[in-house]
């Protein structure tokens, strides 16, 4: 049996999936178990609150339900995956505890920054690493065992993606972007202070008129400063559509012409597995990507997309441009970028997880 553990956070903004379960949400198909915990955080509490109110949760329901689920069945084996650093020292008390009967997997999202991380990395059995990449490098820097260091990027599900399919005009007409111009779109989070809203303000203006980039995703508190700055600016070529339900965003992917893929700066996301960049190649859309180093592992400029500079708004306009009057080019990197996330979907990855849990299984008989 297989659950997901999550924290009730409350959201305070109406977004549309306020009143929807994961299921629907995330276009959920396969039934599993999942235990949401109450809290009094919400989207506005402080940090410390939050972690605090995590820590305790995710720590002790685990201990609870292994330790009364193993009253009952002595032989029974338990798997905790988790990515949560502060969890690590109650989940390593609970393994001596249980012994071959816990297996714990750590999801590893950068390179350690204390010693404590670096312990935790060596504690574990397994790691699962969220990149080819950082799993490469983890295995010298924390003295690791190879065969228990795999890299486990993000994915797609190609089944339910290519179930949707619907032609481009026909996508258009279901989320009421015009027919008549070209248009570029871009999903994720969006910030009105961002590093790339910012990028993209300025590469609007250096698109023609009847090129138009559509921005999916932001609650109304974002959205609706940058609204009113489109009007003062009388930016006609641009457009912010909000927060949009994970099912619809495949449409507005569909009725693109070009996929904007950009991604903010810092450490933290050097190793990143961009779940949204999976999407893109699914959506046999041409993909624009900024030259970020965490998707050098995924891309390669004019093969499956045309990449850019980071923050260089005429390279950025150029890109564009060149994919939307290059129909040969357009088309070669759309069906390369969908030929490559064959090797990138949700069942890929999670039969990478379970050859750690049988191997590990195995080496407990």
């Known amino acids: 049996m297989t659950e997901l553990v999550s924290l009730g956070l409350k959201l305070l903004y109406e977004e549309p999936t306020k009143y929807h379960s994961l299921q629907e949400v995330y276009g959920i198909r396969t039934p599993f178990e999942i235990t949401v915990l109450p809290t009094l955080t919400n ?28 009253l009952r ?5 338990y798997v905790i995956y988790f990515r949560n ?30 010693p404590f991380q670096s312990y935790v990395l060596a504690s574990v ?3 699962a690493a969220h990149t080819k990449t950082l799993a490469y490098d983890l295995i010298p ?7 228990w260091v795999r890299g486990v990027h993000m994915g797609v599900d190609l089944d339910y993606i290519n179930s949707i399919r619907i032609p481009q005009q026909v996508a258009r007409v279901r989320v009421g972007l015009p027919l008549d111009r070209k248009i570029v779109v871009y999903t994720g989070k969006v910030f009105r202070t961002s590093r790339i809203v910012l990028s993209v303000f300025q590469t609007a203006k250096l698109l023609p008129p009847d ?6 995703g932001g609650r109304s508190d974002q959205i609706e400063p940058l609204r009113e700055r489109i009007k003062q600016e ?5 457009r912010f559509e909000g927060f949009v339900p994970p099912t619809e965003v495949k449409f507005y992917q569909f009725a693109a012409d070009v996929l ?50 980071p923050d260089n708004a005429p390279e950025t306009a150029q890109a564009i441009l060149e994919v939307l009057s290059d129909a040969e080019l357009a088309k070669r990197i759309a069906e390369r970028a969908y030929l490559d996330v064959q090797n990138y979907t949700w069942s890929k990855r999670a039969d990478t997880i379970l050859e750690l849990v049988m191997r590990f299984m195995n080496t407990q008989e």
Not at 88 to 108: D, N, V, W, Y
Not at 275 to 280: A, D, M, N, T
């Open 260 to 309: 904007l893929m950009d991604s903010e700066d810092g450490p933290e996301v050097t190793y990143a597995s961009p779940g949204k960049l999976f999407e893109y190649m699914a959506a046999r859309v041409p993909i624009v990507a900024a030259n970020h180093p965490c998707f050098r592992e995924f891309l390669s400029n004019r093969c499956n997309a045309v990449q850019f500079t």
């Open 43 to 70: 989207q506005n509490s402080v940090q410390v609150s939050t972690s605090l109110h995590r820590l305790v949760w995710y720590t002790v329901y685990p201990y609870w339900k292994i330790l009364i689920h193993s």
């Open 141 to 147: 820097q924390c003295n690791l065992q190879e065969k």
């Open 85 to 114: 650093y502060s969890c690590a020292p109650a989940f390593l008390t609970l393994k001596k505890l249980m012994r071959h009967r816990l297996m714990l997997i750590f999801e590893a999202r950068n390179l350690p920054l204390t």
């Open 211 to 216: 090129v138009m980039i559509v921005m999916i």
């Open 73 to 77: 069945d002595r032989f029974q084996r």
């Open 234 to 238: 009388s930016l006609h070529n641009i």
């Open 125 to 127: 059995d397994a790691i």
